[in-house]
C-alpha cells in the first residue's frame, strides 16, 4: 500500500484563453508525420507499377514505329489509369487520416477549474492532467499527486515490467499506467515529448500495404509475366503466318497491355480505404487498415460480459450480512427504492453499506429524481444501494478519512482501503470477489455460511461481492455480501445468433464467477445445452487446450489467459476477435487477429491496443464490421474474376481466330480501347459493390487461400472462354455474310465483357442512385462502346466500320450470352462465394 501524497496540486490548471494562447505558440500535442508525398511524386509512384511500365514499354514501341493512333491510346490508357490511381491514393490516405482522427486518445485536463475531456492533441505546456489505470500517458508530466502509480514504460525502454513512480517524478508520453491514479502538469507536448522524439526519429513513411495488397501486387507481378510469355507467342504465330514484323509487334503489345488488369491497385486499395470509412460511420473504427481484410474472416467471437453482452448499468438487488438477507428495490440510479427485509433496520446492513461507501473511488451526484454517478459502474451501484438505505452513508468518507489504499485490479479482484476517523482510530475495509475476501477471513465456519451464500447468489445471475472490515492490525471480519444485476442487452441475444448464422462461434471470457457468467452467457444464447464453463485455473494448466471447441464459458480468467484461449483457437486455424476493455487486456487484443476495444467505457490502452474500436460500445458493431470485411474481399474476387476472364478473352480471340479462317480478328488499337472501356470505368465500380446478403449466412472465408482460390480460377477460365467463344462465332457469321468482321468482333468482345460486369454484380437492398455506379458505369461504357463503331472520328480512329441492323442483332444476342450463362449458373449455387474452412473442413458446426 502507498500512503497518500501530499495534495501538490490544488491549482485550477489553466483557463481556456490561456490554453488556447499556448497552443498556437506551441502547436498541438501530436507526433509529427511525414509530410505529404507531392504529385510529382505520387505520378511517379504510379509509373514505377509494372503493369504501367509495361504500358510505357509498349508506348515506345509503337511510337518508335510510328503508329500515331495506337500511341495515342496507349498513352490514354496510361494517363487514365495514372490518374485513376493517384485520385484513388489520395481518397485512401485522407480515409485513413480520417480514421486516424476518430481514434486519437483523450486525455482529461483541468480547464478553467474543471476536469474535461479533451482530444490529447490539445494539451499545451502547463495543462493539468488527471491519470488513472488504463491511461496512455499523453505527454511528458510531472506528477504532483500520485497514488500507488505504477507506469509500464515498455513503449520507450522495452522493459515490460511496470515500474512505482512517484510524486516529483517525471512520466514519458506513450507509457502506460497500469495500476493507480495521478494528477500531474504536462512539462512537454509533441516533437519535444519522448514518444514524439521517437517517432521523429522513426517517421512513418505514408501507408504500407496490407497483406493482400502485397498478395495481389505479387499476383499482377505474375500476370505481367504471363502476358508477356502470351504476347511473344502471338508475335511469333503472326511472323510465322507471314504478317508484317512491325504490325505482329504491335498486336502482340497491345494484347500485353490488354491482358492486364491495371486499375487493380486502385481498386483494391480504395475497396479497403473506403471500407473502413463505410464501417467508422457506423461506429466500427479500424485502428489498423490490414485488420479490414482479416475482419471478413473472423470465424471466433470471443466477448466479455460487463458493458458488452449486458447494459453495464449494475443494480445491486440483494445483501446478506449475518442478520439475515434483503432486498434492495427501485429503478437503476433512481432516487426511489429502499432495502427492505427483516434485517433492514438492523446495525450489519448500515455497516455493510457503509463500508461500501468507504471502499469506493465512484461518485454520485443527485439529478432531478435520480442519480448520476461518475466511474466504476459496479462501485457507483454500491453508492445508490447505500443512498437507498440511508443518504447520509454517502457522507460517511468525511468521518473515515481514507488514508491508505490498494487499488481494484483484476489479478488480486479485490480493493482495500485503510481509514482513519477523528480520534485517530483507524479501519481497514475490503471489498471483492468471495473467493478473494472470504478466504482471508479468521472465522472459516462463517467463510464457509457466506461461501455457499454467494454460490447461491451466482447462480440466481447476481454478480456478488464479498466485504470484511477490521483493525489494520488484524484479520478482518466478514461484514457481508452485496449481490448486483447487470441485465444483458436486449440485441444481445440477436447478436450471438447473427454470429451462429455467419459461422462466427460466440465465447464468453470474464473475470466474473462461473455461475454469474453462465446465467448470462444462458440467457443470450452463448452457453448450447452441452457446451462447458471452465475456470482461469482450467486456462492456467493448458487443460483447456485439447477441448477448446467444447468450450462456451471462461470464467474467473486473468487478462493474461485470454491470449492463452485465443492460442488454442489460433492452433486450430481459426481467427479470432477478442474483445477487452481493461489496463491488462492489451496482450489479448493484440494477440487476437482483431482486438475489440470499446470506445466509450474500455479504457485508453485497450483503444491503442485494438485494431477494432467500437464508438458505440455494441458488440452488434462487431457483426456490421465483418459483413463490411466480407464484403470487401468479395468485391476484390469479383473484379478479379471480371478483369481477368475479360483479358483471357483477349488472349484467346487473338491466338485462336486465325486458325478458324478470321486473319485479323481485332486491330490493336480496338483492343486497347476495350481495354480501356472495360477495366477504367466498371472496374473501380466493382469496389464499391454493396454486400450480398448470403455472404453473412455461412462461415467465413478461410485467410489462408489465395485470393483467386475456391474455384475463382475456374471460372476466370469459364468466363473468358465463353467471352472468346461468342466473339468468334460473331466473327465466323460476319465473315459468313460478309459484314466487317473485325468491328463485328470488337463490339461483341467489349459487350460481352460489359454484360458480364452486370452478371456479377451484387444483388441491391434498395433502388437507390447511390447504389447504381457499376450499373451507370457500365451503361456509360456501352455508349462509348457504340459510339466507337457509329461516331466517324472514332471510327477513324479505331478503323471501326458501320454494320448493319442484322449484323448488330446478331452482336447483341451473342454478347448477352456469357452474361446470362454467369448469371443462371450462379443462381443454381448456394452463394457466389462459396464456404470453405480452415483446417480442411474440420471445423465443426455449432448451429
Ligand atoms: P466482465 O467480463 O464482466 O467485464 P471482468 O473480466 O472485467 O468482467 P473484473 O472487472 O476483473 O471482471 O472483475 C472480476 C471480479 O472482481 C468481479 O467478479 C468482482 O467480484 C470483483 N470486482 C470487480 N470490480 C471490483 C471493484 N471495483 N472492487 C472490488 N472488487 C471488484
Redesign the pocket.
Known amino acids: 500500500m502507498t500512503a497518500l501524497g501530499p495534495r501538490l496540486m490544488e491549482g485550477r490548471g489553466l483557463t481556456s484563453a490561456e490554453a488556447t494562447r499556448r497552443l498556437e505558440r506551441d502547436g498541438e500535442n501530436v507526433i509529427p508525420r511525414a509530410a505529404p508525398r507531392s504529385l510529382i511524386a505520387r505520378v511517379a509512384r504510379q509509373l514505377a507499377d509494372p503493369m504501367i511500365v509495361l504500358l510505357c514499354a509498349a508506348l515506345v514501341v509503337v511510337l518508335v514505329l510510328g503508329d500515331r493512333v495506337d500511341a495515342t491510346i496507349i498513352g490514354a490508357v496510361v494517363v487514365l489509369n495514372t490518374v485513376i490511381g493517384v485520385v484513388q491514393e489520395v481518397r485512401a490516405e485522407h480515409a485513413v487520416a480520417v480514421l486516424d482522427e476518430l481514434a486519437s486518445p483523450q486525455a482529461r485536463v483541468r480547464r478553467d477549474g474543471r476536469f474535461v475531456e479533451l482530444p490529447a492533441a490539445q494539451l499545451v505546456v502547463g495543462d493539468e492532467v488527471r491519470l488513472e489505470a488504463g491511461d496512455v500517458v499523453p505527454a511528458d508530466l510531472s506528477l504532483g499527486e500520485a497514488v500507488a502509480l505504477e507506469v509500464d514504460e515498455a513503449a520507450m525502454t522495452g522493459e515490460s515490467v511496470p515500474v512505482r513512480r512517484g510524486t516529483g517524478e517525471e512520466v514519458l508520453s506513450g507509457t502506460v499506467v497500469t495500476r493507480g491514479r495521478a494528477v500531474a502538469a504536462v512539462v512537454r507536448t509533441g516533437a519535444q515529448s519522448g514518444l514524439g522524439r521517437i517517432a521523429v526519429l522513426i517517421a512513418a513513411t505514408g501507408l504500407r500495404p496490407t497483406p493482400l495488397q502485397r498478395r495481389l501486387s505479387r499476383l499482377s507481378r505474375q500476370l505481367v509475366w504471363i502476358t508477356a510469355g502470351l504476347a511473344a507467342v502471338v508475335l511469333l504465330l503472326a511472323v510465322l503466318r507471314g504478317e508484317p514484323l512491325a504490325d505482329s509487334l504491335i498486336l502482340a503489345v497491345s494484347l500485353a497491355v490488354a491482358a492486364i488488369p491495371e486499375s487493380l491497385p486502385a481498386v483494391v486499395s480504395v475497396a479497403l480505404a473506403l471500407g473502413a470509412l463505410r464501417m467508422a460511420r457506423r461506429s466500427a473504427i479500424v485502428r489498423w487498415l490490414p485488420a479490414v481484410e482479416t475482419l471478413g474472416s473472423v470465424s471466433v467471437l470471443a466477448s466479455?460480459?460487463?458493458?458488452?453482452l449486458?447494459e453495464g448499468r449494475m443494480t445491486v438487488r440483494r445483501t446478506w450480512t449475518a442478520e439475515g438477507a434483503c432486498d434492495v428495490d427501485g429503478p437503476a440510479y433512481g432516487r426511489d427504492g429502499a432495502v427492505r427485509g427483516a434485517s433492514a433496520d438492523g446495525s450489519a446492513v448500515e455497516r455493510l453499506l457503509r463500508d461500501v461507501v468507504l471502499?469506493n473511488d465512484a461518485r454520485l451526484t443527485p439529478v432531478g429524481d435520480g442519480w448520476s454517478g461518475i466511474g466504476?459502474p459496479?462501485?457507483v451501484a454500491l453508492l445508490v444501494a447505500a443512498a437507498r438505505l440511508d443518504e447520509g452513508l454517502l457522507h460517511a468518507p468525511r468521518e473515515w478519512r481514507r488514508v491508505d489504499e490498494t487499488p481494484?485490479d483484476?489479478e488480486s479482484?479485490?480493493?482495500t482501503t485503510v481509514h482513519e476517523d477523528a480520534t485517530g482510530g483507524r479501519l481497514v475495509v475490503v471489498?471483492?470477489?468471495?473467493e478473494t475476501v472470504l478466504d482471508g477471513l479468521a472465522d472459516r465456519a462463517v467463510a464457509d455460511r457466506a461461501r455457499a451464500e454467494a454460490h447461491a447468489m451466482a447462480r440466481a445471475g447476481f454478480?456478488?461481492?464479498a466485504v470484511a472490515d477490521g483493525a489494520p492490525d488484524r484479520a478482518p471480519e466478514l461484514v457481508g455480501l452485496v449481490g448486483m444485476i447487470d441485465p444483458p442487452r436486449d440485441d444481445a441475444a440477436a447478436v450471438v445468433s447473427a454470429c451462429r448464422a455467419a459461422g462466427i462461434r460466440p465465447l464468453l471470457?470474464?473475470?466474473?464467477?462461473a455461475e454469474?457468467a453462465l446465467a448470462v452467457a444462458r440467457e443470450v444464447g452463448i452457453a448450447r445445452p452441452d457446451g462447458e464453463v471452465v475456470d482461469g485455473d482450467v486456462v492456467a494448466r493448458g487443460e483447456h487446450v485439447a477441448r477448446v471447441e467444447r468450450i462456451d464459458v471462461y470464467a474467473r480468467?486473468h487478462p493474461e489467459q485470454k491470449v492463452d484461449i485465443i492460442d488454442a483457437w489460433q492452433a486450430r486455424g481459426h481467427v479470432v476477435a477478442m474483445t477487452g476493455?481493461?489496463v491488462n487486456d492489451a496482450p489479448a487484443l493484440r494477440r487476437a487477429d482483431i482486438g475489440v476495444a470499446m470506445g466509450k467505457h474500455g479504457t485508453e490502452v485497450a483503444r491503442q491496443a485494438a485494431d477494432l474500436v467500437l464508438a458505440d460500445d455494441d458488440l452488434r458493431t462487431v457483426v456490421t464490421a465483418v459483413a463490411e470485411g466480407r464484403r470487401i474481399y468479395a468485391n476484390i474476387r469479383t473484379f478479379l474474376r471480371y478483369g481477368l476472364s475479360g483479358g483471357l478473352a483477349e488472349v484467346l480471340v487473338i491466338l485462336v481466330a486465325p486458325f478458324v479462317g478470321i486473319a485479323t480478328p481485332l486491330l490493336p488499337g480496338q483492343i486497347l480501347w476495350i481495354n480501356m472501356l472495360t477495366h477504367g470505368i466498371p472496374g473501380v465500380a466493382f469496389g464499391g459493390e454493396p454486400l450480398d446478403p448470403r455472404l453473412m449466412q455461412r462461415p467465413s472465408p478461410s485467410p489462408e487461400r489465395s485470393v483467386l482460390g475456391e474455384g475463382l480460377v475456374r471460372r476466370i477460365v469459364v468466363g473468358g472462354l465463353l467471352i472468346a467463344g461468342v466473339s468468334i462465332a460473331a466473327g465466323l457469321l460476319a465473315t459468313a455474310h460478309s459484314w466487317p468482321t473485325t468491328t463485328v468482333v470488337f463490339l461483341t468482345l467489349g459487350l460481352a465483357q460489359l454484360a458480364l460486369a452486370l452478371a456479377l454484380r451484387a444483388p441491391r437492398s434498395t433502388r437507390g442512385l447511390g447504389e447504381r455506379a457499376l450499373e451507370l458505369s457500365v451503361a456509360a461504357a456501352v455508349g462509348l462502346q457504340v459510339l466507337a463503331a457509329t461516331w466517324t472520328p472514332l471510327q477513324e480512329l479505331l478503323g471501326t466500320r458501320s454494320v448493319g441492323p442484322a449484323a448488330w442483332a446478331t452482336v447483341l444476342a451473342l454478347a448477352v450470352l456469357p452474361g446470362a450463362v454467369v448469371k443462371v449458373s450462379a443462381g443454381r449455387r448456394p452463394a457466389a462465394q462459396p464456404a470453405s474452412s480452415p483446417g480442411s473442413g474440420a471445423r465443426p458446426s455449432w448451429k
Do not use: I, N, Q, Y
Not at 509 to 513: A, E, Q, S
Open positions: 466479455d460480459k460487463t458493458g458488452t449486458t471502499c466504476d459496479l462501485e481494484f483484476s479482484r479485490s480493493m471489498k471483492g470477489a468471495p454478480r456478488v461481492l471470457v470474464t473475470g466474473d464467477h454469474t480468467t476493455d481493461g
